[in-house]
């Protein structure tokens, strides 16, 4: 503790800083920024743009690049991206404006390196703002990332077409909206783990993704299923089994 003090002291750290090594977190006048997420779960921490005001979002910003050396953020706006690039002149900026996210780095942050590979699949092009999300959280913690596209039930000869690639990957996120019978359809063709995106994507009963949702959960092979729109938390999970296979294989 006295040598975070110091570094207070004589201004190689800042304050902000050694809150995030003292207590794990870091206070700002817009919120808190859970600075140890990345070391204690091994999944980056997000600031979550919606609600937030974009100089709120671009406050957290500021302090998650100075306590971590990066920031994602998700679902953002141009204003959100627009006051994050302002606040954070020196950090380089990749913006996703279909997947609503912001990722700003400064100039030594480093990613991790996982030695396994996610696919990422979708029922159709209205999934991808949600599969763009998982897929940006599993490139910032390491993972590679495969997409297919577009290969939605409607016309089976497309998941088919694709199917080397689907039992060759590691990892599974499908991303589906209307009734959802992309992930079940895809869990019965692989013994890879998949995970059920269900999207809110579709019109008429059940078309906010309440439909996808309750045929995932009611799916007749064994997949796990996240929220609704739930990019992130696919991405995550998606990651921790990413990043246990890639251990299993370092292992001699």
């Known amino acids: 503790m006295r040598d975070i003090l110091d570094a207070v002291a004589d201004g190689t750290l800042s304050p902000a800083e050694a809150e995030a090594r003292l207590a794990g977190y870091a206070t700002t006048g817009a919120g808190r920024f859970d600075a140890a997420r990345e070391t204690r779960r091994g999944i980056p921490e997000a600031i979550l743009a919606e609600g937030k005001t974009p100089d709120e979002t671009a406050t957290i910003a500021v302090t998650a690049v100075e306590t971590s050396g990066r920031a994602l953020i998700t679902r953002a706006s141009a204003a959100h991206a627009e006051a994050v690039a302002d606040a954070l002149p020196d950090c380089a900026i990749d913006r996703d404006a279909r997947a609503k996210t912001i990722v700003a780095c400064d100039s030594s942050f480093e990613r991790p390196d996982i030695d396994a590979t996610v696919g990422i699949i979708t029922g159709g092009t209205s999934d991808a703002e949600a599969a763009g999300e998982a897929a940006v959280v599993l490139r910032e913690m390491g993972v590679t990332v495969e997409r297919v596209e577009d290969v939605g039930v409607a016309h089976l000869g497309r998941v088919l077409d694709h199917l080397d690639l689907l039992r060759d990957v590691d990892v599974l996120v499908v991303a589906a909206g209307r009734e959802g019978a992309l992930p079940t359809v895809v869990a019965g063709l692989v013994d890879t783990p ?31 299923v996240v929220n609704i729109d739930a990019g992130y938390i696919a991405g995550a999970q998606a990651g921790l089994v990413a990043r246990a296979v890639s251990d299993a294989r370092q292992e001699p």
């Open 194 to 224: 998949v995970i059920g995106l269900p999207v809110s994507t579709g019109y008429g009963h059940g078309g906010d993704g309440e439909a996808a949702l309750l045929g995932m959960v009611q799916s007749c092979t064994v997949l796990s």
